[in-house]
T-cell receptor
């Protein structure tokens, strides 16, 4: 069974600094996908970035990058040049591609607060 | 614009009543999902569907039912058997390759 662990319930970062949100995962599948989502107080889930298990390069999307370390089973999100609007809950998720159940499994989330 | 539409945004239900939450997508995605989120928690999978006319139970399916008669639509019914239905419900859809997954705005259900 797949499992996502986010060990940081809350994080603080100064505006314009970089921050890393941790995510580790567990799966027996060889083929899987990793996602990060942002959830502001309004409740919507905003897709940030995706990394496939066979992708050799780390995914990047603007100020977001995913530090993918396959051997360690970690998929940390790096946000560069933090902005006040980055304050939100962040969820790591994964989907197994090999097994019959192809649905996203989520971690418990990290609340990020950006301070001016 | 392509996207996922959930309705209503807020829903109040009396105890013992069934209610249906709507989820429609025009992204031409094959897969659709329903998640439940309780305050301060992550998302838990209720039901998912990979293709039309087929769906699977997730981790917390008891007290819920779904249908997938059309590719665009995946309604969720919260039945009276669901003992604690007050929560935030999120619908999502993804491509068959699961390389992207998008969510609707959510429905906040409250039992009164």
């Amino acid at each position: 069974a797949q499992k996502i662990t986010q060990t940081q319930p809350g994080m603080f970062v100064q505006e314009k600094e970089a921050v890393t949100l941790d995510c580790t995962y567990d799966t027996s599948d060889q083929s899987y996908g990793l996602f990060w989502y942002k959830q502001p107080s309004s409740g919507e889930m905003i897709f940030l970035i995706y990394q496939g298990s066979y992708d050799e390069q780390n995914a990047t999307e603007g100020r977001y990058s995913l530090n993918f370390q396959k051997a360690r089973k970690s998929a940390n999100l790096v946000i560069s040049a933090s902005q006040l609007g980055d304050s939100a809950m962040y969820f790591c998720a994964m989907v197994d591609m090999d097994t019959g159940r192809r649905a996203l499994t989520f971690g418990s989330g990290t609340r990020l607060q950006v301070q001016p | 614009d392509g996207g996922i539409t959930q309705s209503p945004k807020y829903l109040f239900r009396k105890e013992g009543q069934n209610v249906t939450l709507s989820c429609e997508q025009n992204l031409n995605h094959d897969a659709m999902y329903w998640y439940r989120q309780d305050p301060g928690q992550g998302l838990r999978l209720i039901y998912y569907s990979q293709i039309v006319n087929d769906f699977q139970k997730g981790d917390i399916a008891e007290g819920y039912s779904v249908s997938r008669e059309k590719k665009e639509s995946f309604p969720l019914t919260v039945t009276s058997a669901q003992k604690n239905p007050t929560a935030f419900y999120l619908c999502a859809s993804s491509t068959s390759l699961n390389t992207e997954a998008f969510f609707g705005q959510g429905t906040r259900l409250t039992v009164v």
